[in-house]
């Protein structure tokens, strides 16, 4: 009998060791998102600050302009409950998921998996600005979207709907005011944050709240890109932040996300400048040519930034098509400036460095592109200008076309201009991040 009654508590604790081994993950318990008082935890990416706002419980959504206000923490598995109503009769809006830290180029949104929140057309679940997915039925027109089995929610004005969403290792589950109507599989990116979406009317959500699931710690190729510090210079309805000359009045104009400029600014200086100087930072400029293209002839610039010349001596040209002139300033100086143009040589030239022969001419080499990365006229473009110092590093929709060039007597700190060249532009998504 001893040795029976010793057997079993060996066993005994046997069974309790094994109990409290590491095991499954477990889910966590739903936590709220929205605290019902302010927007902690939330980051505005690219609205003004008065298009999210806080009223009696309920997170307040002006719809202007286009844009997203995001989770600080990004999401893997979960599942996620809110409520929503929209106030006019054909509003919209989106619950965007796995989304991308700052918005896509040439866009007001992230790349994200969008979960449709539209007056009369809620419940599809689609993937947008280069994320992907499989719908759980073939989409008609051979979209990457499932469209919801029934139709579930209330109108504007007829309460309050229920949102919850299922992601688990890249599949998403929709269901609406109490039945599941939308699936999709393979989503990617299939982590990241969880973005509430500004579309054009107002909009009011509450009761947010998450539960997260065991995860996988997915690879950086289907996870979202992370927060880098980046804030919005350009909030999509005025000039807050940029000089107001009043002679910038209706020629650079705010249009939404898009600030327009029809280049005819009747400011004695004509370029937009902000009001902060910057020293070291990493800039993000989207921007497009809006004019008709004319064939003009320009020249053709060297590697090592000489112009070429004919055998007679004379300048070399070649005709192409031209949409207009413009840039970029930083640190209050136009020698640094940033071309935008339709020159062979390439946009994100760096003209007063380039031109200039009293420099050496490892400075004039650095100041040209490498290539010509631009996409065609009428597409947007988007730079990365990255200055430390007296050094600059210039990517043009992805690809580095100016590598570390050294700009000798560049200021260390003054404002940041988009520059008037007589010519129209558009530009959008212009974030910063100071190095300093």
Request: charged residues 20%; contains cysteine.
């Amino acid at each position: 009998m001893p040795t029976d009654k010793c057997f079993v508590s060996l066993l005994m604790v046997w069974l309790s060791f094994v109990s409290s081994g590491p095991g499954p993950a477990r889910a966590e318990e739903f936590v709220p998102l929205f605290n019902g008082q302010n927007l902690d935890g939330w980051v505005n990416v690219n609205c003004a600050p008065e298009t999210w706002t806080v009223r009696d419980g309920m997170i307040i959504c002006t719809g202007k302009p286009a844009g997203v206000l995001r989770t600080v923490k990004q999401y893997e598995n979960f599942v996620l409950e809110l409520e929503w109503r929209h106030i006019h009769k054909g509003g919209n809006a989106g619950l965007f998921i796995h989304s991308d830290a700052i918005t896509a180029p040439g866009v007001p949104f992230t790349r994200s998996i969008e979960i449709q929140i539209m007056d009369g057309n809620h419940g599809d679940v689609f993937a947008i600005h280069g994320a992907t997915l499989t719908p759980d039925k073939p989409h008609p027109k051979g979209w990457m979207r499932s469209l919801p089995s029934e139709k579930r929610t209330h109108p504007a004005g007829g309460g309050w709907n229920q949102y919850r969403v299922e992601s688990r290792d890249g599949m998403i589950t929709l269901s609406v005011n109490g039945e599941v109507v939308t699936r999709a599989f393979h989503c990617n990116p299939r982590k990241g944050y969880i973005c509430l979406e500004s579309e054009g009317s107002e909009i009011h959500f509450r009761n947010i709240r998450v539960q997260e699931l065991p995860g996988t710690n997915p690879p950086a190729v289907v996870t979202a890109t992370p927060e880098e510090g980046f804030v919005s210079l350009y909030n999509g309805l005025d000039l807050r932040g940029w000089k107001q000359d009043p002679g910038h009045s209706n020629h650079w104009r705010p249009q939404d996300w898009i600030l327009d400029y029809d280049g005819q600014s009747e400011a004695v200086d004509k370029n937009l400048w902000t009001e902060k100087e910057y020293g070291n930072f990493i800039l993000i400029v989207d921007w497009r040519q809006n004019a008709k293209p004319v064939i003009e002839n320009v020249p053709v610039v060297l590697p090592d930034g000489r112009d070429a010349t004919a055998s007679d001596g004379s300048p070399l040209t070649v005709p192409v098509y031209d949409a207009g002139d413009s840039g970029i300033y930083i640190r209050g100086n136009s020698k640094s400036q940033f071309n935008i143009w339709n020159w062979p040589v390439g946009s994100g030239e760096i003209y007063g460095y380039r031109t200039d022969a009293s420099m050496p001419p490892e400075v004039r080499r650095g100041a040209t592109p490498l290539f010509n990365a631009d996409n065609p006229i009428g597409e947007w473009n988007r730079f990365e200008i990255t200055a430390i110092g007296n050094r600059v590093t210039v990517v043009l929709n992805g690809k580095k076309v100016i590598d570390n060039a050294e700009l000798p007597g560049m200021p260390e700190r003054g404002p940041i201009a988009l520059q008037h060249h007589g010519d129209r532009i558009q530009f959008a998504n212009i974030y910063i991040k100071e190095l300093d």
